[in-house]
């Protein structure tokens, strides 16, 4: 069974950074793409960022291009979310999620305020 904990959530000011970190176990990490997702309280949970299983690859959805940066560290299964500059919108639960499994963890909360 796949597992994912993230952390790393917290209050954030407007402008501030955070880095968000998940460990997966239950599967072979470096051979998953590894997404970041997040979820506003009344919205549907969105794809936030993607990336590749050597890290070479990443995407973003345009809110967050040049803001966010998912990166991954396969020897510690971890992927990471920097995320830079954070606006209002940039608020909600972030979850991670490996490839093709159907398994979420427990999120992290962000929140922005000042």
């Known amino acids: 069974q796949v597992q994912l904990v993230e952390s790393g959530g917290g209050l954030v000011q407007p402008g501030g950074s955070v880095r968000l970190s998940c460990v997966a176990s239950g599967m072979i990490f470096s051979r998953e793409i590894m997404n970041w997702y997040r979820q506003a309280p009344g919205k549907q949970r969105e794809l936030v960022a993607v990336i590749s299983t050597a890290g070479s690859s990443t995407n973003y959805i345009d809110s967050v291009k040049g803001r966010f940066t998912i990166s991954r560290d396969n020897a510690k299964n971890t992927v990471y979310l920097q995320m830079n500059d954070v606006k209002p919108d940039d608020a909600g639960v972030y979850y991670c999620?490996?490839?093709?499994?159907?398994?979420w963890g427990q999120g992290t909360q962000v929140t922005v305020s000042s």
């Open positions: 999620r490996a490839g093709g499994y159907p398994d």
